[in-house]
């Protein structure tokens, strides 16, 4: 099991996460997330127990914990893969480069597909402006309601929310109705891949583009989803240059 430790001051060690963590199990690994570009300290790491149950443990007694001078966070997350997280935190700080970059233009509807608090769909919204419109896509409705606070602030009107029912990978779109899909962090998550891949093709315009960010997946894994289902080819491959990482942005086109 890995988990989150959030919470830390930037001069925390990994050696003293380790020695934390091991008064109650033994630690396979403890790593510092550290900024690609500038190589300090993002202020979270992750722990990896060798024992799920010693994992558990960790949560009850060190979330809430002083370290040094402040309190730290300890929650569970899903595995995560070499580099991954490095990726994530960059992919954040830089949304907007990263989704003119991928494609999304001015004028164009675009789907954000389990879109969460909006980290892809405000950026999304200023490109493609007034003549565009951006669906934010949710199974929560609480942070639908962040989306649209978000929204609201930033003067934006050209968000349209829609609460999914977590079940099911409808999107309740027409079809060929949007130029672009996002879906960010997310495909880890879906049951029938296969399937959202059917429903995701069935919305996307002939000339459009769908964009993947496989995180806790890795490229290798959704390359082979992708020729399993035989409806994108990929287009190209996005990423900070000489970042070394298992889940990359991967770009398809619509067979």
């Known amino acids: 099991m890995q988990l989150y430790v959030g919470g830390l001051s930037n001069d925390t060690s990994e050696n003293e996460l380790n020695e934390l963590f091991s008064k109650i199990g033994a630690v396979k690994s403890a790593t510092i997330i550290k900024d690609i570009n500038s190589g300090k300290s993002r202020g979270f790491a992750v722990v990896k127990m060798t024992s799920d149950a010693k994992a558990e443990e960790a949560i009850k007694q060190l979330n809430g914990a002083t370290l040094g001078s402040r309190q730290i966070v300890v929650t569970r997350v899903p595995e995560m893969l070499p580099g ?34 909006g980290i892809f769909t405000i950026p999304c919204a200023k490109i ?15 942070v639908l ?65 769908l964009s993947i960010f496989p995180m806790h997946m890795g490229t290798d894994k959704m390359l082979k989803i992708m020729n399993k289902c035989d409806l994108f080819y990929l287009r190209d491959r996005y990423g900070p240059p000489g970042h070394k990482t298992a889940s990359e942005i991967l770009n398809f086109d619509k067979c």
């Open 84 to 117: 991954e997280m490095e990726f994530r935190e960059w992919l954040r700080d830089n949304a907007f480069e990263v989704l003119r970059k991928v494609g999304v233009k001015k004028g164009e509807t675009v789907l954000d597909y389990g879109c969460g608090p």
């Open 128 to 142: 493609v402006g007034g003549e565009g419109k951006t669906y934010a896509l949710e199974v929560r409705p609480h």
């Open 145 to 209: 309601e962040r989306v649209k606070e978000k929204a609201r602030n930033e003067g934006l009107g050209n968000i349209e929310t829609v609460l999914s029912d977590s079940s099911k990978v409808t999107t309740g779109l027409p079809d060929e109705s949007v130029d672009a899909i996002l879906v960010y962090d997310v495909m880890h998550a879906i049951d029938d891949r296969q399937e959202l891949l059917k429903e995701l093709h069935r919305v996307l315009r002939r000339d459009g583009f």
